[in-house]
């Protein structure tokens, strides 16, 4: 069953000692599902468009799907190296994650994770994702 739901994320990205931090607060689903949870929110992206991000969540391992001109399937596992398509407008790229932190509470998810492209390591990275439940139901 889904339920409708407010969604905070918070994502941290550290490039050569710099740290630049985003938040967002957006509306959007939480669904429990037979494996694991589903949270389904929309942003903005830089252009102003709409986007939908996806978050699926199995076990340990996380994966997040983003809709738009910079359309991404990204999976986050604690422990193992995944490689990841990010579509841009010029083309796409082919990008790796490695899994260093994967804590998940009732109402809250946190990761931590590495990106390399061609096994150079771009950013480290932290995502928080909390959500409160708006009572409502969504079929």
């Known amino acids: 069953m889904k339920q409708n739901a407010t969604i905070f994320v ?3 990205q550290s490039v050569d000692g710099e740290r630049d931090t985003i938040e967002l607060s957006s509306e959007g689903t939480v669904e429990t ?3 694991g949870l589903r949270l389904s929110y929309n942003e903005l992206d830089e252009s102003g468009e709409m986007i939908e991000t996806v978050v699926t969540v ?3 391992t996380v994966k997040i799907d983003r809709c738009g001109a910079n359309e991404m399937s990204m999976i986050v596992q ?3 190296h995944r ?3 990010y579509n841009t407008p010029m083309g796409a790229l082919l990008i790796g994650t490695y899994g260093t932190l994967f804590l998940q509470g009732s109402h809250s998810l946190k990761l931590k994770y590495d990106l390399d492209m061609s096994a150079v390591l ?3 990275n932290e995502l928080e994702i909390q ?5 409502s139901t969504e079929q």
Not at 131 to 135: A, E, K, M, N, R
């Open 83 to 85: 490689k990841c398509t």
């Open 131 to 135: 959500y409160t439940l708006d009572g």
């Open 33 to 35: 599902t037979p494996t």
């Open 10 to 12: 918070k994502g941290v």
């Open 58 to 60: 199995v076990g340990e």
């Open 78 to 80: 604690k422990g193992k």
């Open 122 to 124: 771009m950013s480290r």
